[in-house]
């Protein structure tokens, strides 16, 4: 017996589970240290749009990229090359944004003459420096004097863009959080100062506040495309930043073919909608088949039986046709709860990852309110994204980061919600609709994918506003009004970057001609690659590519994948 278990104990120490590099790489010990010196240097110099804080992090950065040069390259297998080419790119990201904020810093600077003063107080707190209680009541009474004079210069001037704007805001935020760290430390354990800074400290930063708020009045006045009508006031971000963001997410195409990609799928959808319409007897009127579809809504309190029906059918398909492999535990522990009101204004669908989260209507809603939400989420457009949701997308994405090289915070949405697209094309493509209604919800979506590429970058170019946006949506995809506005404003004002709703499809394009490479060819089962994608976590598809084909990433690296014929 003991001969036995000495034997399974070696086999298992050698199986792929307990691979080195199924965990980590050369390039991770340096992450590690350098996430851990980041958040150290994060916490002490906790002012992040100070000078100080600037300097430190820039010097820390310097002496990661010395580190990282250290690295004999030559000698790292792919996936540490991997590893090294995406840790650099972070680090030069990190430092380009230091410089933009220094940039910023000098632009305001006239604007926030007394800042030194208070970094100053805030750095001798640190130590724990007793101060002067009577010069510092003094010089806060000054600096409540200036702030009041410059307040009023600041209202009359209409000189600011958006962006200084906003480090205007941020920069009197960043000062009240030093007095506060410095008036919580002191107060009540200093009677000196007790006696003197209370009042003159409260005015200061009352009058910070509303200083910081007139900046904030700024930044939305300055805005290139003011509210249209829809109650939606984005910020278009330009051609020359839209395609600085794709070279960054290594999409080496143009905002213009990536506008003719979505037109060509969405072509596609056009057809096989009309075949679906036709199948269904209502000859072309794709308008009336998707206005039958939406009444075949649930009730309300049937709408989470009616999405885990969806959920164990597509969870049946992937074990039948042995896509991927399904943790038990996976299966097991993923959480449901109702969505709120409030979120249901800026994400009108439900959403998933380990906590599937049921959009319907809640009792106070208006009686057109529930009808939308409930039109808008019946079974047959359900049928696209319970799995984008659950298994085998987000909910499995997550549980895999969680287990295999969770180093790995290179985060990008054309990873995220690339691979959850790609699943409803795989599965569409495997038959998962059984009926010309499942089609319809199908296609629904996959024209919402492509919709998104068109009125985001539209808008981002500055050629629509947000309501044409809306419009397109209702016009051409078949949203209902109050979710096509919710998807907007989602888009736009929900915290989202820009380049996020351009990812779902293009993503998801990525993972499929990847597939072609690697299952069409047969040099891999469709279990195999879907296990091998989620095994090396989170990264831009074209560097996951060049693990999964083991080819080596020149060190003078640049994307050139062109993945998508026009």
């Known amino acids: 017996m003991a001969g036995l278990l000495l034997q399974q104990a070696i086999t298992y120490a050698q199986s792929a589970d307990n691979d ?52 004999d390259y030559s000698h790292l297998n792919v996936g540490a090359q991997v590893d090294y080419t995406l840790f650099r790119r972070r680090l030069i990201s990190a430092a380009e944004d230091l410089k933009e904020g220094s940039e910023e810093n000098e632009q305001v600077k006239k604007w926030f003459p007394f800042a030194d003063k208070i970094y100053q ?30 307040k009023a210069r600041l209202e009359k001037d209409s000189s600011f863009t958006q962006q200084v704007a906003r480090r205007g805001a941020a920069t009197a935020k960043g000062l009240r959080q030093a007095l506060n760290s410095v008036y919580l430390f002191y107060n009540g354990y200093d009677p000196l100062f007790s006696w003197w800074i209370p009042a003159p400290y409260q005015q200061v930063d009352s009058l910070l ?41 290594m999409i080496p195409y143009s905002p213009e073919e990536l506008l003719a990609i979505a037109n060509k799928e969405f072509a596609f959808c056009d057809a096989e909608m009309e075949k679906a319409t036709r199948e269904m007897g209502l000859g072309t009127d794709w308008k009336a088949a998707m206005e039958k579809i939406k009444n075949t809504y649930v009730a ?10 969806l959920y164990n059918e597509s969870v049946d398909f992937l074990k039948q046709k042995d896509l991927i492999t399904l943790p038990p535990l996976a299966e097991e522990t993923w959480r449901m709860i109702m969505m709120t ?62 287990r295999y090289k969770a180093y790995r915070h290179f985060e990008t949405p054309f990873w995220i919600e690339g691979w ?20 319809i919800g199908m296609l ?33 995809v078949g949203h209902e009004r109050a979710n096509a506005e919710g998807e907007v404003r989602r888009s736009f004002v929900g915290g989202y970057s820009p380049l996020y709703q351009i990812a779902y499809m293009i993503g998801g394009l990525q993972f499929e001609a990847l597939k072609k490479e690697l299952v069409d060819s047969g040099k891999m089962t469709y279990k195999q690659y879907h296990d091998a994608v989620l095994r090396e976590n989170m990264m831009p598809i074209e560097m996951l590519r060049a693990i999964l084909l083991n080819k080596p990433v020149p060190k003078d690296f640049n994307s050139g994948w062109r993945f998508y014929k026009l």
Request: hydrophobic share 35%; with cysteine; glycine share 6%.
């Open 20 to 71: 080195l590099y199924q965990q980590t790489s050369e390039v991770n010990n340096i992450m590690v240290q350098y996430e851990a010196d980041a958040g150290n240097l994060r916490r002490f110099y906790f002012v992040e749009t100070s000078p100080e804080h600037i300097t430190r992090m820039n010097a820390l950065i310097k002496s990661y990229q010395q580190r990282l040069e250290a690295l």
């Open 121 to 150: 107080v805030e750095q001798s707190r640190r130590r724990g420096t007793k101060p002067d209680a009577l010069a510092l009541a003094a010089q806060l009474s000054s600096i409540a004097k200036e702030i009041v004079g410059l």
């Open 209 to 249: 506040k509303n200083y910081g708020a007139t900046f904030a009045v700024k930044e939305k006045s300055s805005a290139k495309m003011p509210d249209d009508g829809s109650g939606i006031a984005g910020h278009p971000i330009g051609r020359a930043a839209l395609i600085r963001g794709l070279q960054e997410e």
């Open 300 to 309: 309300p309190a049937d709408q989470p039986e009616a999405m885990m029906k």
């Open 341 to 402: 009101p409030e979120r249901q204004l800026v994400n009108p669908f439900f959403t998933g990852g380990e906590e599937f989260s049921v959009s319907y209507p809640v009792s106070s809603m208006s009686h057109d309110d529930k009808m939308m939400s409930m039109r808008g989420n019946n079974p047959h457009f359900s049928r696209a994204t319970v799995h984008h949701e659950l298994l085998a997308g987000h909910a499995l994405q997550e549980f895999m980061q969680n």
């Open 420 to 439: 959850a697209l790609y699943w409803e094309r795989l599965l569409w493509d495997q038959g998962f609709a059984k009926s010309p209604e499942d089609r």
């Open 444 to 476: 629904f979506w996959r024209k919402h994918r492509c919709a998104r590429i068109i009125f985001s970058i539209n808008y981002h170019l500055g050629k629509w506003t947000p309501q044409q946006c809306i419009d397109f949506l209702v016009d051409r």
